[in-house]
């Protein structure tokens, strides 16, 4: 069977969908991958991975219809060509262009998934500027365009389908629920050892969204109590995003001795390794969180919003805590109760550990995934 997978960054095929690519080359199916952001040497890493590459033309950001309409007749040449049992596209623009393009290539079988709502579906604490409401009614439309011509799509969370498709009724003709995109377990070994300082970590892009700036509220506040208590930042900062963490403010608090920022690493599990827990006050429309299902995976309590796609991975009082979003007081009260706590944190971080297992395993996952593709 021909199956056409449209993504756009060619890096996600390789961090996230490598694992279904050998899934289903398996099972003796050929796989071409779409991808229109890409470099010479991750074509030719998707080629070693089994998988065909094949280049289109799409602007992940761009909000030009003309261009799009373009790009999307180029893109449905491109799928007619080879003729595809099925086509499968994930992210955004994929999922609308991708489906429409596929439509128009009259292919049998189309499914798209849509990992997590965006930046666009994502409530602020303030009000969303003029700019981004206007996006977000031109996505709700296209979506409401392609997503009937869909056989099937598929969430990673219980609450995407509901604030999409029944809040903007957007009829479709079935949703699935996958949970996850998955993990190799064996990149992210378990770890039972943990510092003798309760040591807090915060994983993700340095974004308002992410709640790189609750974090460092809340470390601020806790500090205070227990000067000793340590709180690790990894993640780049986005000079261009709106209420991202600026270089000087992150310089004030390390200067402050309140975070320690290492700058870029490439060994993220060995520093999830050698702290306590895992905290993300997130309040993004997240999929499933990839950085916490990594922190569960190698037994560490998570301290996370009470959102849509966080709230997937704890279990509350179980496995860490949901906080309320925006509320750095919250976010304190839970940190100081592992502090006060220390025999929790091992307890917590086993139960995040078997979740992990259970839910995010990428064999299980994949297993999942493809059945809901019907392959």
């Not at 960054?9 to 991958?33: N, P, W």
């Not at 999409?164 to 949703?175: G, P, S």
């Not at 006060?340 to 944190?345: L, S, Y």
């Amino acid at each position: 069977m021909n199956i056409v997978i449209i993504a756009t960054v060619a890096s996600s095929f390789l961090g996230f969908r490598a694992d279904l690519i050998k899934s289903l080359l398996k099972q003796k199916h050929t796989v071409y991958a779409f991808t229109s952001e890409y470099s010479e040497d991750q074509l030719r890493l998707i080629e070693s991975s089994g998988a065909i590459p094949v280049t289109y033309k799409l602007s992940r950001g761009g909000i030009n219809p003309l261009a799009d309409i373009k790009a999307t007749y180029e893109l449905s040449k491109k799928i007619k060509d080879i003729a595809p049992n099925m086509v499968f596209s994930y992210f955004s623009k994929p999922v609308i262009f991708g489906t429409l393009a596929a439509k128009l290539a009259r292919v049998p079988k189309i499914t798209g998934m849509l990992e997590g709502l965006g930046y666009t579906f994502t409530e602020q604490p303030n009000q969303i500027n003029k700019k981004t409401q206007i996006i977000k009614k031109a996505q709700v439309l296209l979506y409401k365009i392609a997503l009937p011509q869909l056989d099937k799509i598929i969430f990673l969370n219980p609450d995407d389908p509901y604030d999409l498709l029944d809040k903007y009724n957007i009829k479709v003709k079935r949703v699935e629920v996958l949970g996850g995109i998955g993990l190799n377990l064996e990149e992210y070994p378990y770890s039972n050892t943990y510092p003798s300082t309760p040591t807090f970590i915060f994983v993700a892009r340095l974004l308002a969204e992410k709640g790189i700036h609750d974090y460092l509220a809340a470390a601020k506040i806790v500090k205070r109590n227990y000067p000793k208590t340590k709180f690790i930042v990894l993640g780049t900062i986005d000079k261009e995003a709106l209420g991202a963490l600026t270089p000087a403010e992150l310089k004030e608090f390390t200067k402050q001795n309140i975070v320690e920022y290492p700058g870029h690493v490439d060994n993220v599990s060995e520093w999830i390794a050698s702290s306590s827990v895992f905290v993300l006050p997130s309040y993004y429309r997240e999929g499933v969180p990839r950085s916490t299902q990594e922190a569960m995976a190698m037994g560490r309590a998570v301290i996370t919003t009470d959102v849509p796609g966080c709230r997937e991975t704890v279990v509350d009082g179980v496995n860490g805590f949901l906080v309320e979003k925006w509320n750095p007081q919250a976010l304190a009260e839970k940190m100081i109760y592992f502090i006060e706590n220390p025999d929790q944190i091992k307890i917590m971080g086993d139960e995040s550990y078997k979740i992990a297992q259970e839910k995010f395993d990428a064999d299980k996952v994949n297993k999942r995934l493809i059945n809901m593709l019907g392959l």
